[in-house]
């Protein structure tokens, strides 16, 4: 603006900003970009007011409130720049730019839309088949339609590693199965992934069942009932324990077999529930997350006699000057009680715990008589296999 005064002086006066006004200026937005499902970038112009101290990035997803569910980014300085992250996959996006000082906010950018791209599969494949050939691992999987806002799948990614090891080998293939050379010791890892445009889904891990038998090393009967079994173990590293399987000879080994679970490294275990003087069958399998390994060669045992199951029977008990007379029979062991070595007789005072215990092959004993007459005495079967039930009897019998 030109003024002139009375003295025919020309004066300009500049219309000035104050430095410490708001910005008057929007930014440029140069360009947005998606990145992928949930990601953008946005690009722009700064703005040329020297006390400009950032910028406002406001975005918001179409159909929803801008003033209520708007996303802010706010970036200081002189950069231009910014990534917007949180979005939703498949989806359009308005992005608006504000400049800011310390006296408030100038006016907004014109809006940009974008359009997010669509996301990589949310699940894994399901695996369908997995089984060891001669020298191969077959694995076949499937999986669930894409959703509307999940990209289409190009094929899958295989990750094929020994179990201790991180790195492997990366096979692609467009098929929903793959037959893979088995890695030497057996002990492998596969992961697999649908891969798409948009970055790969999750993985389905698969970990080797165990490909080698157990050895059993020795099974030995204890009793009539309990035995014990001793296996080689495995060197696969994934194993996590054993099955022990056994089964009484003449019954129906997938329908009346007993289990035992033994898991870790240990390489033994007690066989409980057995039947007296029977022919027993064992097999040993490793176990792995994956599944069962093979089962080792079938060990037999015999399980020993039973002691007897009837107590003796008291057929004479008298009190003589200074002894007491006691006799007995036993009933004919049963075909899977072992044969009668002798008998084991306690004799103690009435209420103590403790006595003198005789051993005799005979069917009776004379007892020296005890000094108050009050006593009890205990009869028992002996065999190699323990001892039977008792017959008991006291002085009160007697009337004593």
Request: glycine letters at 6%; proline letters at 6%; aromatic letters at 8%.
């Amino acid at each position: 603006m030109r003024l002139c005064s009375c003295f025919g002086v020309c004066l300009f006066i500049l219309h000035c900003i104050p430095v410490s006004a708001a910005p008057i200026e929007a930014p440029v937005i140069i360009d947005g970009q998606a990145l992928s499902a949930t990601e953008a970038m946005v690009w722009w112009r700064p703005l040329s007011q020297s006390n400009v101290e950032g910028y406002k990035v406001k975005y918001w997803r179409d159909n929803e409130d801008r003033d209520v569910l708007v996303h802010l980014v706010e970036v200081r300085g002189l950069q231009n720049q910014t990534r917007l992250e949180g979005m939703k996959a498949n989806s359009r996006y308005f992005i608006e730019v504000q400049g800011f000082s310390s006296e408030g906010y100038g006016p907004s950018s014109e809006r940009l839309q974008i359009h997010t791209k669509k996301a990589p599969p949310s699940q894994p494949p399901i695996i369908t088949r997995h089984e060891l050939k001669a020298n191969t691992v077959y694995i076949a999987w499937e999986i669930e339609e894409p959703l509307a806002d999940e990209a289409n799948i190009n094929g899958f990614k295989v990750l094929y590693r020994q179990q201790d090891l991180s790195l492997g080998t990366l096979f692609t293939t467009s098929k929903r199965y793959i037959e893979l050379p088995l890695i030497e010791n057996g002990s492998y890892v596969v992961e697999i992934s649908a891969h798409t445009d948009e970055g790969d889904g999750p993985k389905a891990q698969i970990h080797a069942a165990p490909i080698e038998a157990p050895v059993i090393i020795d099974g030995q009967a204890l009793s009539a009932t309990e035995a014990m079994v001793w296996w080689r173990p495995l060197s696969q590293s994934n194993v996590e324990g054993y099955k022990v399987k056994y089964w009484r000879d003449n019954e129906d080994r997938d329908g009346l077999f007993q289990l035992v679970e033994v898991r870790g490294m240990q390489n033994q275990t007690k066989l409980d529930g057995l039947k007296a003087n029977s022919r027993y069958f064992i097999e040993v399998q490793g176990f792995s997350s994956e599944g069962y390994g093979p089962s080792s060669e079938r060990l037999q045992i015999h399980t020993k006699k039973a002691p007897p199951s009837q107590p003796p029977i008291i057929t004479r008990h008298e009190l003589k000057a200074n002894t007491v007379y006691i006799a007995w029979e036993t009933e004919e062991p049963l075909a899977d009680e072992a044969n009668i070595n002798g008998f084991k007789v306690l004799y103690r005072q009435h209420g103590h715990s403790s006595g003198t215990l005789y051993t005799t092959s005979k069917r009776y004993i004379e007892l020296p008589l005890i000094e108050n007459e009050s006593y009890m005495v205990e009869i028992l079967a002996h065999t190699d296999e323990g001892d039977g039930p008792k017959a008991q009897i006291q002085s009160t019998d007697l009337g004593i």
